[in-house]
Protein backbone atom coordinates (compact mmCIF):
# COMPACT_ATOMS: atom_id res chain seq x y z
CA UNK A 1 0.00 0.00 0.00
CA UNK A 2 0.62 3.66 -0.12
CA UNK A 3 0.72 6.74 1.49
CA UNK A 4 0.28 10.08 1.29
CA UNK A 5 1.57 12.37 4.35
CA UNK A 6 -1.21 14.38 6.17
CA UNK A 7 -0.02 18.37 7.03
CA UNK A 8 -2.67 18.57 9.27
CA UNK A 9 -1.14 20.78 11.79
CA UNK A 10 1.18 22.57 9.60
CA UNK A 11 -1.90 23.55 7.67
CA UNK A 12 -4.53 24.17 10.52
CA UNK A 13 -3.97 28.24 10.22
CA UNK A 14 -4.77 28.64 6.19
CA UNK A 15 -8.35 26.96 7.43
CA UNK A 16 -8.60 28.73 10.74
CA UNK A 17 -7.75 32.27 9.41
CA UNK A 18 -9.09 32.56 6.19
CA UNK A 19 -9.01 35.68 4.50
CA UNK A 20 -12.75 37.74 4.72
CA UNK A 21 -13.76 39.34 2.06
CA UNK A 22 -15.39 43.15 3.21
CA UNK A 23 -17.14 43.57 6.93
CA UNK A 24 -18.97 41.27 8.34
CA UNK A 25 -23.27 42.44 8.47
CA UNK A 26 -25.04 42.66 11.75
CA UNK A 27 -25.15 39.38 13.40
CA UNK A 28 -28.34 38.00 14.18
CA UNK A 29 -29.12 34.65 16.59
CA UNK A 30 -29.61 31.23 15.45
CA UNK A 31 -30.70 27.71 16.71
CA UNK A 32 -28.55 24.89 16.19
CA UNK A 33 -27.31 21.35 17.67
CA UNK A 34 -24.43 21.63 20.11
CA UNK A 35 -22.14 19.31 22.46
CA UNK A 36 -20.97 20.33 25.29
CA UNK A 37 -17.91 18.86 27.14
CA UNK A 38 -16.90 17.81 30.48
CA UNK A 39 -13.35 17.97 31.47
CA UNK A 40 -12.56 14.41 30.78
CA UNK A 41 -13.89 14.43 27.56
CA UNK A 42 -15.74 11.54 28.38
CA UNK A 43 -19.18 13.02 29.42
CA UNK A 44 -20.96 14.20 26.49
CA UNK A 45 -24.06 16.25 26.49
CA UNK A 46 -26.25 17.37 23.24
CA UNK A 47 -28.36 20.93 23.56
CA UNK A 48 -29.99 23.05 21.23
CA UNK A 49 -28.34 26.38 21.93
CA UNK A 50 -28.49 30.08 20.06
CA UNK A 51 -25.52 31.36 18.35
CA UNK A 52 -24.74 34.16 16.66
CA UNK A 53 -25.18 33.74 13.49
CA UNK A 54 -23.96 36.19 9.91
CA UNK A 55 -27.69 36.23 7.83
CA UNK A 56 -25.71 38.14 4.48
CA UNK A 57 -23.36 36.73 2.10
CA UNK A 58 -19.83 38.14 1.75
CA UNK A 59 -16.46 37.21 -0.53
CA UNK A 60 -16.63 33.15 -1.61
CA UNK A 61 -19.36 32.92 0.70
CA UNK A 62 -22.77 31.54 0.02
CA UNK A 63 -25.90 31.52 1.78
CA UNK A 64 -27.49 27.89 2.35
CA UNK A 65 -30.90 27.05 2.91
CA UNK A 66 -30.48 23.40 5.00
CA UNK A 67 -32.52 20.85 3.57
CA UNK A 68 -31.08 17.40 6.15
CA UNK A 69 -28.05 16.79 8.07
CA UNK A 70 -26.01 14.03 8.41
CA UNK A 71 -24.39 12.32 11.91
CA UNK A 72 -20.69 11.09 12.26
CA UNK A 73 -19.21 10.43 15.75
CA UNK A 74 -17.22 13.55 17.18
CA UNK A 75 -13.88 13.65 17.41
CA UNK A 76 -13.43 14.92 20.63
CA UNK A 77 -9.49 13.98 20.82
CA UNK A 78 -8.62 15.37 17.70
CA UNK A 79 -10.35 18.61 18.19
CA UNK A 80 -8.18 19.09 21.36
CA UNK A 81 -5.02 18.24 19.94
CA UNK A 82 -5.95 20.96 17.32
CA UNK A 83 -7.05 23.32 19.94
CA UNK A 84 -10.40 23.43 18.14
CA UNK A 85 -12.25 22.72 21.65
CA UNK A 86 -14.98 25.41 22.66
CA UNK A 87 -17.23 25.47 25.27
CA UNK A 88 -19.86 24.63 22.93
CA UNK A 89 -18.94 22.75 19.74
CA UNK A 90 -21.37 22.64 17.02
CA UNK A 91 -22.99 19.23 15.27
CA UNK A 92 -23.81 18.21 11.90
CA UNK A 93 -21.38 18.76 9.24
CA UNK A 94 -22.58 16.97 6.15
CA UNK A 95 -25.07 18.86 4.80
CA UNK A 96 -27.44 19.47 1.73
CA UNK A 97 -29.66 22.22 0.52
CA UNK A 98 -30.14 25.20 -1.90
CA UNK A 99 -28.17 28.30 -2.52
CA UNK A 100 -30.63 31.72 -1.41
CA UNK A 101 -27.80 33.99 -2.24
CA UNK A 102 -24.28 34.63 -3.05
CA UNK A 103 -21.34 36.65 -2.43
CA UNK A 104 -19.39 38.75 -4.89
CA UNK A 105 -16.46 36.36 -5.06
CA UNK A 106 -18.29 33.03 -5.55
CA UNK A 107 -17.29 31.97 -8.71
CA UNK A 108 -19.34 28.02 -8.82
CA UNK A 109 -23.47 28.37 -7.49
CA UNK A 110 -25.72 30.59 -8.30
CA UNK A 111 -29.17 30.80 -6.40
CA UNK A 112 -31.35 27.90 -5.90
CA UNK A 113 -28.52 25.88 -6.41
CA UNK A 114 -28.75 22.59 -5.35
CA UNK A 115 -25.99 21.60 -3.17
CA UNK A 116 -24.19 19.25 -0.74
CA UNK A 117 -20.73 19.62 1.67
CA UNK A 118 -19.09 18.93 4.82
CA UNK A 119 -18.90 21.88 6.91
CA UNK A 120 -14.90 23.02 7.93
CA UNK A 121 -13.73 21.41 11.14
CA UNK A 122 -13.37 24.83 12.31
CA UNK A 123 -17.02 25.59 11.24
CA UNK A 124 -18.57 27.77 14.55
CA UNK A 125 -22.37 26.94 12.92
CA UNK A 126 -24.30 23.58 13.87
CA UNK A 127 -25.53 21.91 10.47
CA UNK A 128 -28.99 21.60 11.81
CA UNK A 129 -29.23 25.71 11.66
CA UNK A 130 -31.76 26.51 9.10
CA UNK A 131 -29.57 28.84 7.23
CA UNK A 132 -25.94 28.67 7.15
CA UNK A 133 -22.93 30.34 5.67
CA UNK A 134 -20.67 28.17 3.91
CA UNK A 135 -17.42 28.92 1.59
CA UNK A 136 -18.10 27.50 -1.78
CA UNK A 137 -15.03 25.37 -1.89
CA UNK A 138 -16.73 23.16 0.96
CA UNK A 139 -19.70 22.14 -1.67
CA UNK A 140 -20.46 20.49 -5.02
CA UNK A 141 -23.49 20.48 -6.59
CA UNK A 142 -26.29 17.59 -5.93
CA UNK A 143 -27.12 15.89 -8.75
CA UNK A 144 -31.04 16.34 -9.83
CA UNK A 145 -31.88 12.56 -9.51
CA UNK A 146 -30.11 12.19 -5.91
CA UNK A 147 -32.52 12.70 -3.07
CA UNK A 148 -31.09 14.94 -0.42
CA UNK A 149 -31.00 12.38 2.41
CA UNK A 150 -28.65 10.14 -0.34
CA UNK A 151 -26.49 12.71 -0.74
CA UNK A 152 -26.13 14.19 2.98
CA UNK A 153 -25.67 10.28 3.90
CA UNK A 154 -23.04 9.40 1.70
CA UNK A 155 -20.91 12.31 1.20
CA UNK A 156 -18.34 11.52 3.92
CA UNK A 157 -18.23 7.84 4.02
CA UNK A 158 -17.89 8.46 0.35
CA UNK A 159 -14.66 11.13 0.73
CA UNK A 160 -13.32 8.25 3.26
CA UNK A 161 -13.75 5.05 0.65
CA UNK A 162 -12.13 7.18 -2.10
CA UNK A 163 -9.02 8.00 0.87
CA UNK A 164 -9.24 4.29 1.30
CA UNK A 165 -9.19 3.08 -2.03
CA UNK A 166 -7.21 5.64 -3.65
CA UNK A 167 -5.38 8.19 -1.85
CA UNK A 168 -3.72 5.54 0.14
CA UNK A 169 -4.07 2.61 -2.07
CA UNK A 170 -4.60 1.58 -6.05
CA UNK A 171 -7.43 -0.29 -6.10
CA UNK A 172 -7.93 -2.14 -9.31
CA UNK A 173 -9.04 -5.29 -11.13
CA UNK A 174 -7.17 -8.52 -9.44
CA UNK A 175 -6.74 -6.92 -6.20
CA UNK A 176 -8.48 -8.58 -3.08
CA UNK A 177 -9.57 -6.27 -0.66
CA UNK A 178 -10.78 -7.09 3.15
CA UNK A 179 -12.97 -4.94 4.71
CA UNK A 180 -13.47 -5.46 8.16
CA UNK A 181 -17.07 -5.10 10.06
CA UNK A 182 -18.53 -3.87 6.21
CA UNK A 183 -21.79 -4.34 7.39
CA UNK A 184 -21.96 -0.54 8.40
CA UNK A 185 -22.45 2.53 6.20
CA UNK A 186 -18.46 3.28 5.68
CA UNK A 187 -18.29 -0.57 4.79
CA UNK A 188 -20.67 -0.77 2.38
CA UNK A 189 -19.42 1.81 0.31
CA UNK A 190 -16.03 0.58 0.83
CA UNK A 191 -17.32 -2.70 -0.67
CA UNK A 192 -19.68 -1.03 -3.39
CA UNK A 193 -16.47 1.18 -4.66
CA UNK A 194 -14.03 -1.34 -4.98
CA UNK A 195 -16.52 -3.73 -6.48
CA UNK A 196 -16.84 -0.88 -9.09
CA UNK A 197 -13.10 -0.93 -10.07
CA UNK A 198 -13.30 -4.47 -10.62
CA UNK A 199 -11.55 -5.92 -6.86
CA UNK A 200 -12.46 -9.05 -5.40
CA UNK A 201 -13.89 -7.79 -2.29
CA UNK A 202 -13.77 -10.21 1.25
CA UNK A 203 -15.67 -8.70 4.42
CA UNK A 204 -16.36 -10.01 8.11
CA UNK A 205 -19.57 -9.55 10.03
CA UNK A 206 -20.71 -10.08 13.67
CA UNK A 207 -24.17 -11.43 13.41
CA UNK A 208 -26.23 -13.46 11.33
CA UNK A 209 -28.20 -10.25 9.81
CA UNK A 210 -25.26 -8.64 9.31
CA UNK A 211 -24.24 -11.96 6.87
CA UNK A 212 -27.83 -11.85 5.04
CA UNK A 213 -27.32 -8.39 4.45
CA UNK A 214 -23.63 -7.96 2.61
CA UNK A 215 -24.63 -11.40 0.80
CA UNK A 216 -27.93 -9.49 -0.42
CA UNK A 217 -26.09 -6.57 -1.60
CA UNK A 218 -25.94 -6.69 -5.61
CA UNK A 219 -25.04 -4.87 -8.61
CA UNK A 220 -27.61 -2.18 -10.14
CA UNK A 221 -26.18 -2.54 -13.22
CA UNK A 222 -24.60 -5.56 -14.93
CA UNK A 223 -24.20 -9.12 -13.81
CA UNK A 224 -25.79 -9.26 -10.72
CA UNK A 225 -23.56 -11.52 -8.94
CA UNK A 226 -22.93 -10.69 -5.14
CA UNK A 227 -20.52 -8.04 -4.48
CA UNK A 228 -19.18 -9.61 -1.66
CA UNK A 229 -17.15 -12.73 -2.66
CA UNK A 230 -16.92 -14.10 0.63
CA UNK A 231 -18.88 -13.03 4.12
CA UNK A 232 -16.86 -14.43 7.38
CA UNK A 233 -19.02 -14.43 10.10
CA UNK A 234 -16.80 -13.99 13.49
CA UNK A 235 -19.47 -14.34 15.48
CA UNK A 236 -19.46 -17.54 16.84
CA UNK A 237 -15.62 -17.80 17.24
CA UNK A 238 -15.28 -20.62 15.03
CA UNK A 239 -14.08 -19.25 11.91
CA UNK A 240 -10.17 -18.41 11.67
CA UNK A 241 -10.03 -15.23 9.93
CA UNK A 242 -6.34 -15.86 8.65
CA UNK A 243 -7.39 -19.44 7.35
CA UNK A 244 -10.50 -18.23 5.58
CA UNK A 245 -8.86 -15.98 3.70
CA UNK A 246 -6.64 -17.52 2.48
CA UNK A 247 -8.13 -20.89 1.66
CA UNK A 248 -10.56 -17.69 -0.68
CA UNK A 249 -7.72 -16.40 -2.02
CA UNK A 250 -5.83 -19.61 -2.80
CA UNK A 251 -2.90 -18.69 -0.25
CA UNK A 252 -1.67 -15.56 -1.70
CA UNK A 253 -3.75 -13.33 1.10
CA UNK A 254 -5.15 -10.00 0.57
CA UNK A 255 -3.71 -7.12 -1.30
CA UNK A 256 -5.56 -4.07 0.89
CA UNK A 257 -7.31 -4.23 4.29
CA UNK A 258 -9.43 -1.46 5.00
CA UNK A 259 -10.43 -2.00 9.11
CA UNK A 260 -13.58 -1.09 10.49
CA UNK A 261 -12.82 -2.67 13.75
CA UNK A 262 -9.47 -3.89 14.40
CA UNK A 263 -9.26 -5.22 18.45
CA UNK A 264 -6.18 -3.24 19.70
CA UNK A 265 -6.51 -4.46 23.32
CA UNK A 266 -5.91 -7.44 25.74
CA UNK A 267 -8.72 -10.44 26.06
CA UNK A 268 -9.27 -9.31 29.70
CA UNK A 269 -9.63 -5.99 28.82
CA UNK A 270 -11.83 -6.12 25.88
CA UNK A 271 -15.69 -5.43 26.38
CA UNK A 272 -17.86 -8.10 25.23
CA UNK A 273 -19.37 -6.32 21.71
CA UNK A 274 -15.47 -6.95 20.79
CA UNK A 275 -14.74 -10.50 21.81
CA UNK A 276 -15.12 -11.59 18.33
CA UNK A 277 -13.02 -8.87 16.37
CA UNK A 278 -9.58 -10.55 14.99
CA UNK A 279 -6.51 -9.23 17.23
CA UNK A 280 -4.39 -6.44 15.07
CA UNK A 281 -1.80 -8.78 14.53
CA UNK A 282 -4.15 -11.36 12.94
CA UNK A 283 -5.19 -8.20 10.37
CA UNK A 284 -1.42 -7.51 9.38
CA UNK A 285 -0.45 -11.21 9.07
CA UNK A 286 -2.79 -11.82 5.92
CA UNK A 287 -0.17 -8.67 4.28
CA UNK A 288 2.72 -11.04 5.19
CA UNK A 289 3.97 -8.48 7.68
CA UNK A 290 5.35 -8.49 11.07
CA UNK A 291 4.92 -6.18 13.86
CA UNK A 292 7.50 -6.38 15.95
CA UNK A 293 10.00 -5.83 12.50
CA UNK A 294 9.10 -3.65 9.99
CA UNK A 295 11.81 -5.36 8.04
CA UNK A 296 9.12 -7.20 5.87
CA UNK A 297 7.00 -3.71 5.28
CA UNK A 298 10.53 -2.65 3.84
CA UNK A 299 10.88 -5.72 1.51
CA UNK A 300 7.26 -5.46 0.03
CA UNK A 301 7.13 -1.74 -0.21
CA UNK A 302 4.11 -1.94 2.26
CA UNK A 303 2.47 0.80 4.43
CA UNK A 304 0.20 0.95 7.16
CA UNK A 305 -2.25 4.00 6.36
CA UNK A 306 -4.63 5.95 8.88
CA UNK A 307 -8.10 7.46 7.49
CA UNK A 308 -8.47 11.06 8.31
CA UNK A 309 -10.66 12.99 6.13
CA UNK A 310 -10.21 16.15 7.86
CA UNK A 311 -7.12 16.52 5.76
CA UNK A 312 -8.64 17.94 3.25
CA UNK A 313 -10.35 20.86 4.59
CA UNK A 314 -7.21 21.63 7.19
CA UNK A 315 -5.13 22.91 3.77
CA UNK A 316 -6.10 24.50 0.62
CA UNK A 317 -2.65 22.09 -1.34
CA UNK A 318 -5.39 19.85 -2.83
CA UNK A 319 -8.27 21.45 -2.52
CA UNK A 320 -9.12 20.83 -6.24
CA UNK A 321 -8.48 17.06 -6.11
CA UNK A 322 -11.12 17.40 -2.36
CA UNK A 323 -14.30 18.50 -4.98
CA UNK A 324 -13.18 16.51 -7.47
CA UNK A 325 -13.72 13.27 -5.06
CA UNK A 326 -17.05 15.15 -3.50
CA UNK A 327 -18.24 15.58 -7.31
CA UNK A 328 -17.38 11.98 -8.05
CA UNK A 329 -19.01 10.31 -4.87
CA UNK A 330 -22.19 12.36 -5.89
CA UNK A 331 -21.84 10.85 -9.69
CA UNK A 332 -21.52 7.81 -8.16
CA UNK A 333 -24.51 7.62 -5.98
CA UNK A 334 -26.89 9.40 -8.94
CA UNK A 335 -25.35 6.35 -11.34
CA UNK A 336 -26.68 3.42 -8.87
CA UNK A 337 -22.94 2.43 -8.15
CA UNK A 338 -23.10 3.94 -4.34
CA UNK A 339 -26.43 3.11 -2.31
CA UNK A 340 -26.19 4.15 1.16
CA UNK A 341 -26.93 2.19 4.24
CA UNK A 342 -29.16 4.88 5.72
CA UNK A 343 -31.86 5.14 8.87
CA UNK A 344 -35.03 7.08 8.08
CA UNK A 345 -35.41 10.52 8.69
CA UNK A 346 -36.29 11.67 11.79
CA UNK A 347 -37.04 15.24 12.83
CA UNK A 348 -35.06 17.86 14.30
CA UNK A 349 -36.75 17.19 17.94
CA UNK A 350 -34.77 14.24 18.23
CA UNK A 351 -31.85 14.72 16.79
CA UNK A 352 -30.01 15.08 20.22
CA UNK A 353 -31.23 11.21 21.43
CA UNK A 354 -29.97 10.26 17.97
CA UNK A 355 -26.54 12.24 18.00
CA UNK A 356 -25.87 10.76 21.83
CA UNK A 357 -26.36 7.05 20.35
CA UNK A 358 -24.18 7.71 17.21
CA UNK A 359 -21.73 9.47 19.79
CA UNK A 360 -21.67 5.87 21.74
CA UNK A 361 -21.69 3.68 18.50
CA UNK A 362 -25.19 2.48 19.17
CA UNK A 363 -26.73 2.84 15.85
CA UNK A 364 -25.74 0.63 12.74
CA UNK A 365 -27.39 2.94 10.20
CA UNK A 366 -26.17 6.51 9.25
CA UNK A 367 -28.48 8.87 11.41
CA UNK A 368 -30.33 11.94 8.97
CA UNK A 369 -31.94 14.78 9.81
CA UNK A 370 -34.44 16.39 8.01
CA UNK A 371 -35.09 20.25 8.80
Known sequence: MTIESAHAHVALQESTNRVVDGARPTVLKMKGLYCQL???????????????SVPSVYGHYVKLQVKVCAFSPLNTKLLKELNLQEDFLPIGREVAGVVLEVGPKVRFFKPNDEVVGILPLDCKESGLSDILLVHEHSLVKKPENV????????????????????????????????VMEGANPFGTIVIQLAHHRGAKVISTVNTLEDKTYLEGLRPTVGIRQP?????????DGKADLVDSCLEETGGLGVNIVVD???????????????????????????????????????????TISFLNEEVWQLSNMHQGKYLHILKDVMEKLASGTFRPQLDEPIPIYEASVAMEMVQKKQVKKKQIVRL
Open 147 to 178: SWVDAAGTICDGLRAYMALHTHTHVSAGTTVL
Open 260 to 302: CGVQLYSKEDEPVVKQHLPHKHDILSLLSLDPPDSQFLFRKAA
Open 227 to 235: LVAKVINLS
Open 38 to 52: AESNEDIKFLFQDKE
